[in-house]
């Protein structure tokens, strides 16, 4: 068993996964070492407590997976939702050079939403007059494939690129309530393929990275998360080595618990304990994220912001994505210090009422 700080919860040791997430009707909860081969999250019994009929659950249950990618020139983040009432799929290119977004959404039926059932060998797509997206994968063999396009406003996206698994997944699930689950599976890997920005074709070198995202689980009525992630290279005990972690601030219902914070680096994951986010207001230009332990303490200095809002009758969702530099430190569970300023970052800052 691995021996971490006490700081660490021994809750945050991954155990043996389960074959199913949910068995007799209840979910299981923690940190696990593999996926999950069955997703079932709708045999939860009363996720949504007992005034909700079973035949509901599908459109409170939120699933979506994310491709986010780093190049020298550019960082991008892609996905497709399902969020139980509308589905949908975005590409959004921040350009480090000139600090400019270009940003593209489709919109489906959410029955015309695909989102794999999980990445062990699951498919994603979704497809419109405009656009279309699929994500393969294949994590069983650490592997997965984005191919997509989209044209708009913003002009014409295009991308074709493999990723290899590069460090132990982070497998968690979350408990939102007694009986309500929030599943996450994040994927470190290198990158291999090209994107297209309006004509202009960027092309993955050896600093090429990825991040997968799997998401699913039944969120509050009305929610909200803070999110802030890097990927790159950095120098470690004098070498050049891939580096990334993840920090989040949600509903868990104990942080310390459950939580999927952690550092990533090339053969490694190391836990990191739950954080705050602290912002002068919404939308203030610089973020500060930090731990009670002193592990964590970092300043984002946000360039550009992505924005989507929707507004409907039982529908409202605030939405930004961030980008922009990261400085201070992170500290793992063997004392190894890590400084990170100036490495591009990517963040959320999303509420929901649905």
Known sequence: MTNYPDYISPKRVPVETPEAIVENGQAHFGTFLTPFKSLNLLDCEKPCGEWMPDCMKKGRLTEWEAFELHFDEGMLVSAIYDTGLLGFSIFVWFDKRDKKIYAWKNFVPVKKAKVAEQLIDGECYLKTDASE???????????????????????????????????PPSIVSIPFGANKPLYSEKDFLKAEGYVIVNGEKFVTNERSVSIIDDHKGYYPYRAHYDWLTTMGDIEIDGKMQKFAFNLTRNQSLNQ?????????????????????????????????????????DLRFEIDNVFYMHMHLIAINVYYALPFGRIYGKLEDTEGRVYTLDGMFGIGEDKSTRM
Do not use: C, H, Q
Not at 149 to 164: H, I, L, N, P, Q
Not at 265 to 270: A, D, R
């Open 133 to 167: 997206f699929t994500i393969i994968n294949d994590l069983a063999n650490g592997k997965a494939r984005a191919i997509g396009y989209s044209e708009g406003k913003a002009g014409r996206f295009e991308m074709d690129v493999t990723v290899d698994r590069l460090s």
């Open 256 to 296: 310390d618990d459950y939580n999927e914070n952690l550092i990533w680096v090339e053969g490694k994951s190391y836990p990191l304990p739950p954080v705050v986010f602290t912002k002068d207001s919404r939308k203030a230009s610089t973020w500060y994220i930090r731990d009670e332990y002193g592990k964590v």
